[in-house]
């Protein structure tokens, strides 16, 4: 029978109910119109249920579908229909309508009942079923063995993998290693690559000498790539030695990059100065003007660590690049000549300031700095500065203060100017949402209903998306002007991930291509530890012990007192709110469209890839993820390859891309035209209707219309030849980058299959020797008076903040 969705390979369809027109057992989409649910419309539709998915399309209409993940369904009942409901759907069924009394108890046995989903989105939807048993038992089965997964390896990303990998090894010219080497979506981001592209105009060209760099030509010689592996002297590791697959940082990627002068060694001790160990790390340079955008978590201004954290960020302070002499060079030959940051590693660094932002002889100065000498004082140099950008309220930051975290304040960060964007945290973003979401289900149908901007202005949602947006304009303005920044917020991996990527794609055009958006997500938001799993409500045991250590310290209040509770928060879908509204206001600046962010906001619910599995890189390395399970990625490409090419009608492509003005960007020939400003004013801030009014009842028609109209729309589009190669290439890099990673993770795979589960005491760091005095969750100092708690199993000692913390084994 004919079915207008298109099943995933290796669904099986275990229920399929036709249109309740042609059944007397049919169903039927229930919309309740008006905010006091005065009408309710009944549109009849055929349903489908498989292992995965529940799927509907309204009249039979392909064109009117409603695709449902079993995992994205937050909560669901079963109970009867309403007598409003029950007449309407006699009516729909060409029945007589009979006399129904108000009490459900003497309603017919054969009356219908009426089954509501509750996704983890924004929806909420309202199927009519007939009064049939086996019906009823085959859906609640499903509903009941989805709400009831145990572990990871059992959600739909594994399993439909697995099966689509056994079937490929039945086929000699499909075999497994073909398929695995296909899904690069894996491997988008190429740290190495990634910044060779960032820091110079011409990757291929060698590496010039650090006296001779200068800014808008190459900075590579005024960074490094810092590995945070356990053993970094063997990439590939032994049966004999598990702990090496792990990290020193187990929610940063295994590698970051740091400014020349900075090294391993003041990495690895600058961890406890910050919450979750999350340092200073660099997500942007502006080749420009060379300045940084770092990010990190919020100081602990009570660790004893903190002087490293401080020379760190010292380090951050652009000091090659000022208006009167954009030319100037980075580093002085006396600071070359220090062979290292510390004389041991036992003993405290010598205080090297750093030169200044802008040289005070500007006119007919010399081009490098003044020599510096490291016993003079701060006083010796001109002060630089470094932006902090504090995602919170001074209030919330003053308040962790008090347990331990903070901001940078005092006269050892006198080189830092704070600023304040008073941006909520999760909890109150999901407060938002859930506002949100009685207001989509309230203003459903085309009834003109009083109090909707009212109602809408009451959710705070686009308050909070305007204040995100100012908070990246601003910090996008400041690095274009030359000014490093470090952003943070309490954990670094909520509020400071949208801000940066956000600020990036106001940057840098190569990330408003598909294929830069892609990569900027997995690195952004995957790679620097964003929790996806607990975010979007599907964490789950995995077989190590980072799959559920989630309480790696709470020093938020509002978080403290939510008792170690999982925070589900809608924080990304937040961020693709403030990427719509970029994307309205400079339609012609973004190769993707507005389709492809709706995509992908559905998609982090639905599980049936693995990219926005776990909570971390490290997770998804270890849990198998990225070997076992398909990136959104490819699929994202591949489709947007098919497009182009004209083999399937326009969805995620622009069709009105200006490409011309974004290629000048990303070759660097002409870098400001690659900067857009957004206006952040609220008059241009619009509710995003197309996404939240997606499943209302009028919208369900107009999209019969649009998608009619859209797939007419078929044609050969190209960005130029030499566009076309970059971004061509770019994916056969990735496609190379994946062929020479599966050995690697077919290794670690074997370890573990052989090994058994990994505990957290047996993937200690070799340079990880924590003080009994510093809390292995949250790493403040444990004062005299404190009561410390000792763990048996990992053998760390917490804090009483950080005592209740899970450890398998």
Same mark, same amino acid.
């Given at each position: ?38 009408? *309710? !419309? ?66 017919? #046995?054969?009356? &219908? ?10 929806? =909420? ?23 009831? /997964? ?49 820091? %110079? ?10 006296? /001779? ?18 053993? /970094? ?54 080749? #420009? ?27 951050? !302070? ?20 220090? &062979? ?30 003044? @020599? ?16 902090? !950008?504090? $995602? ?18 005092? &006269? ?72 490093? *920044? ?67 310290? #709470? ?31 400079? @339609? ?27 909570? %971390? ?10 070997? $076992? ?19 399937? @009608? ?108 990994? /505990? ?7 340079? $990880? ?5 510093? %809390? ?10 404190? =009561? ?18 899970? $450890?398998?084994?």
């Amino acid at each position: 029978m004919y079915s207008p969705f298109e099943l995933i390979d290796g669904e099986q369809v275990d229920l399929h109910i036709c249109s309740s027109i042609n059944s007397p057992e049919g169903v039927a989409m229930a919309y309740f119109k008006g905010s006091k649910v005065k009408e *309710c !419309v009944l549109r009849p539709c055929t349903l489908l249920l498989s292992e995965y998915r529940i799927m509907l399309w309204v009249d039979g209409d392909p064109k009117c579908t409603v695709n449902i993940s079993l995992l994205a369904i937050d909560r669901w009942r079963i109970q009867p229909a309403s007598q409003q409901v029950v007449k309407a759907f006699e009516i729909i069924q060409k029945k007589q309508p009979r006399t129904v009394t108000s009490s459900p108890q003497s309603s017919s #046995a054969s009356a &219908p009942l009426m089954l509501t989903l509750n996704l983890k989105h924004v929806w =909420t939807h309202h199927v009519v079923l007939p009064r049939n048993l086996m019906i009823i038992r085959n859906i609640q089965a499903r509903l009941t063995a989805c709400a009831n /997964t145990l572990r990871l390896d059992q959600l739909p990303a594994f399993t439909l993998e697995t099966r689509k990998q056994q079937r490929a090894a039945t086929v000699p010219e499909l075999g497994e290693d073909i398929q695995l080497k296909d899904d690069f979506g894996w491997c988008l981001w190429n740290p190495q690559q990634e910044w060779d592209r960032l820091l %110079c105009m011409n990757p291929s060209e060698a590496v010039p000498d650090i006296r /001779t760099a200068v800014v808008g030509k190459d900075l590579r010689p005024w960074f490094r790539h810092i590995s945070l592996r356990t053993n /970094t002297n063997n990439d590939d590791p032994s049966d004999d030695n598990v702990a090496t697959l792990y990290t020193s940082s187990p929610t940063y990627p295994t590698d970051v990059v740091e400014p020349m002068e900075v090294g391993r060694t003041l990495v690895l001790g600058a961890m406890a100065a910050r919450s979750k160990g999350r340092f200073p790390a660099l997500s942007y340079v502006h080749l #420009a003007t060379g300045a940084a955008l770092a990010r990190s978590s919020q100081p602990l201004l009570r660790s004893r660590q903190l002087y490293l954290d401080i020379i760190l960020c010292q380090a951050l !302070v652009n000091r090659g690049f000022s208006e009167a002499t954009p030319a100037s060079a980075r580093t002085t030959s006396a600071m070359l000549e220090q &062979p290292t940051l510390f004389a041991s590693p036992s003993s405290p660094p010598a205080f090297v300031p750093p030169p200044s932002l802008f040289e005070e002889h500007r006119i007919g100065g010399s081009s490098t700095q003044p @020599p510096c000498n490291p016993n003079d004082g701060v006083s010796s140099f001109p002060s630089g500065v470094l932006k902090v !950008v504090d $995602c919170r309220s001074l209030l919330s930051a003053k308040g962790n203060a008090q347990l331990g975290g903070g901001y940078e304040s005092g &006269p050892q960060y006198s080189f830092c100017s704070t600023e304040f964007y008073h941006i909520e945290n999760v909890i109150s973003v999901s407060k938002s949402f859930d506002k949100l979401r009685a207001l989509v289900s309230c203003y459903q149908g085309d009834n003109a209903e009083e109090g909707f901007y009212k109602s809408l202005h009451d959710t705070q949602w686009l308050s909070h998306i305007q204040r995100i947006l100012v908070c990246s304009s601003e910090l996008s303005q400041s690095i274009a002007k030359g000014q490093s *920044c470090l952003v943070h917020c309490t954990d670094g991996w909520d509020r400071t991930a949208q801000c940066c990527a956000t600020a990036m794609l106001l940057l840098d055009p190569f990330y408003r291509t598909t294929a830069g958006f892609c990569m900027l997500i997995e690195k952004e938001f995957c790679s620097f530890g964003h929790k996806f799993a607990e975010r979007s409500a599907h964490q789950l045991p995995g077989r190590t012990s980072f799959a559920t250590h989630s309480d790696v310290g #709470a020093l938020d209040p509002e978080t403290r007192d939510n008792n170690g509770k999982l925070e589900a928060s809608p924080i990304f879908v937040q961020f693709l709110d403030v990427v719509f509204q970029v994307l309205r206001q400079f @339609p012609d600046a973004f190769e993707f469209t507005s389709q492809l962010l709706e995509y992908l906001s559905e998609e982090i619910y639905y599980g049936f890839h693995g990219t926005f599995l776990c909570n %971390c890189e490290q997770e998804r390395a270890l849990e198998g993820v990225r070997l $076992c399970t398909r990136s959104i990625w490819t699929d994202v490409l591949q489709r947007v390859q098919s497009e182009k090419r004209g083999e399937s @009608p326009l969805c995620f492509v622009n069709a009105q891309y200006d490409y011309e003005t974004s290629w000048a960007g990303i070759t660097k020939q002409n870098p400001e035209s690659g900067i857009i400003k957004p206006i952040c004013n609220s008059r241009y801030l619009v509710f995003w209707d197309e996404l939240y009014f997606k499943a209302d009842l009028d919208r369900c028609v107009k999209r019969e219309r649009d998608v009619k109209k859209k797939r007419e729309l078929t044609r050969v589009l190209s960005w130029g030849s030499d566009f076309d190669f970059f971004l061509d290439e770019f994916i056969q890099g990735a496609r190379r980058e994946r062929a020479n990673e599966i050995p690697k993770l077919q290794r670690m795979e074997k370890i573990f299959q052989t090994s058994g589960p990994i /505990t957290q005491s047996s993937a200690h760091s070799s340079w $990880c020797t924590f003080d009994p005095d510093i %809390c292995f969750g949250c790493f403040k100092n444990i004062g005299i008076f404190a =009561t410390a708690a000792h763990c048996d199993s990992c053998k760390h000692s917490f804090c009483m903040d950080c005592v209740v913390h899970v $450890c398998v084994g």
